[in-house]
């Protein structure tokens, strides 16, 4: 069966520092990987997505950004921090394009002080 | 574009009441549509969704969903409230062939006993 990790779980990081956010998936191949971002009462924002390695598409200008070094594998990245950065930040993965299901992994709390 | 609005960022039921979660979609085509549920500090969790298929859907838990085309309605029932069903739901669309879901805000379901 397939599997989402995610990690760190929780992050405190001062403003102006680097992120460095990963996700892999296990069970399946070249998925489609997607960052949301959920900050208190304004649902979920897809930041970017990706349909296969080196492939991001970003819905969100901003200065966060996303890799995808290896097939199952997403990383989500600031050089610099912000506060408004702070949120919960959701790694999600599905088989394809054509309006599958989207399976969510389970979440980094980023509390930027 | 597509979009979601969630009617009511909070429901409160008594234990064994009626749950109605409402849920209305704009597409410019025929859409697939989601319930997502989402439990304190964890990630999304998928209930049900509709795919152009049945338009009675039902999921895990005990919650179903009505696809109504004529209302533009996607709204989530469970016959008898519990305890454990408290947690924020999601509504989510998005147009086959792609892959990206569109959230709503999240109506948080409280159950009081």
């Known amino acids: 069966s397939q599997t989402i990790h995610q990690w760190p779980a929780t992050l405190v990081q001062p403003v102006g520092s680097p992120l460095s956010l990963e996700c892999t998936v296990e069970?399946?191949?070249?998925?489609?990987l997607y960052w949301y971002r959920q900050a208190a009462g304004r649902g979920l924002q897809l930041l970017f997505y990706s349909i296969g390695i080196g492939q991001i598409s970003s819905e969100v200008p901003q200065n966060l950004s996303a890799s995808r070094p290896q097939d199952r594998q997403f990383i989500l990245s600031s050089k610099k921090l912000l506060l408004s950065d702070s949120g919960f930040y959701l790694c999600a993965w599905s088989v394809d394009t054509s309006g599958n299901t989207i399976y969510f992994g389970e979440g980094s709390w980023l509390t930027v002080v | 574009a597509q979009s979601v609005t969630q009617l009511g960022s909070h429901v409160s039921v008594s234990e064994g009441a009626l749950v109605l979660l409402r849920c209305n979609y704009s597409?410019?085509?025929?859409?697939?549509l989601f319930w997502y549920v989402q439990y304190p500090n964890q990630g999304l969790q998928l209930l049900l969704k509709y795919t152009s298929a049945a338009t009675l859907v039902k999921g895990i838990n005990g919650f179903e969903a009505e696809f109504k085309k004529s209302e533009t309605s996607f709204h989530l029932t469970k016959p008898s409230a519990h305890m454990s069903d408290a947690a924020e739901y999601f509504c989510a669309v998005s147009r086959p062939g792609y892959s990206t879901l569109t959230f709503g805000k999240g109506t948080m379901l409280l159950v009081s006993p």
């Open positions: 597409s410019s085509v025929p859409p697939y």
């Open positions: 069970g399946t191949s070249n998925p489609n």
